[in-house]
């Protein structure tokens, strides 16, 4: 019902920045909770951001201060603005939004973020 596009991942030098956008369609986007998370080889999927319509955005500790999550609900659009980015950053991430009510959990196909010299 609801689906999710995610892209601006890329190769980037230690200290650069990307910004990654996610594109929704299907849903009521002003009442998802929109998230991004992130997931390394071997790794679990680990939350980096969150963001609802009216509260406050909350980070994982790992990226506070260095990320921006931020929504553009008239164009139904959720970004992640990456400043100073690390090696310990790569990954590939991934768009979500969660429907309270309904109990809906979104993914998208996953953008790849590489962060070397």
């Known amino acids: 019902q609801v689906q999710l596009v995610e892209s601006g991942g890329g190769l980037v030098q230690p200290g650069g920045s990307l910004r990654l956008s996610c594109a929704a369609s299907g849903g009521s986007f002003s009442i998802l909770v929109m998230g991004w998370y992130r997931q390394a080889p071997g790794k679990q999927r680990e939350l980096v951001a969150t963001?609802?319509?009216?509260?406050?955005?909350n980070y994982a500790d790992s990226v506070k201060g260095r990320f921006t999550i931020s929504r553009d609900n008239a164009k139904k659009m959720v970004f992640l603005q990456m400043n100073s980015l690390k090696p310990e950053d790569t990954a590939v991430y991934y768009c979500n939004a969660k429907e309270t009510l309904s109990q809906g959990n979104y993914w998208g196909q996953g953008t790849q973020v590489t962060v070397s010299s």
């Open positions: 963001i609802t319509s009216v509260t406050s955005p």
